[in-house]
Nanobody, 122 residues
Framework: QVQLVESGGGLVQTGGSLRLSCAAS????????IGWFRQAPGKEREGISCISNSDGTTYYADSVKGRFTIFRDNAKNTVYLQMNSLKPEDTAVYLC???????????????WGQGTQVTVSS
């Protein structure tokens, strides 16, 4: 059974850092593109980062570029999102999902995890 489980969220002050994990079971992560999304209350789900399956190319939304880094540990079958210089507007539920190629469109992704809450206090 294909499953993704996110972890690593929490409460952090402005300027702090968190590392989120997206652990996969039932399939090999590096055979697919893995995207990170976030959704704040009352807002649409936003694609913020993705790592491709072919050559590991990474993509970032302008809102997180230069602050967030996505990377993959194939031995652990896990994709990480390192988040630095966090801002209150980064507060959201963060989710990972699987696709054949990287896009920012949630509808292109499947096998969503349950999400992990990130709260950045001012």
């Amino acid at each position: 059974q294909v499953q993704l489980v996110e972890s690593g969220g929490g409460l952090v002050q402005t300027g702090g850092s968190l590392r989120l994990s997206c652990a996969a079971s039932g399939f090999t992560l590096d055979a697919y593109a893995i995207g990170w999304f976030r959704q704040a209350p009352g807002k649409e789900r936003e694609g913020i980062s993705c790592i491709s399956n072919s050559d590991g190319t990474t993509y970032y939304a302008d809102s997180v570029k230069g602050r967030f880094t996505i990377f993959r540990d194939n031995a652990k079958n896990t994709v990480y999102l390192q988040m630095n210089s966090l801002k209150p507007e980064d507060t959201a539920v963060y989710l990972c999902a699987v696709a054949y190629i990287c896009t920012q469109v949630p509808g292109d992704f499947t096998s969503w995890g349950q999400g992990t809450q990130v709260t950045v206090s001012s």
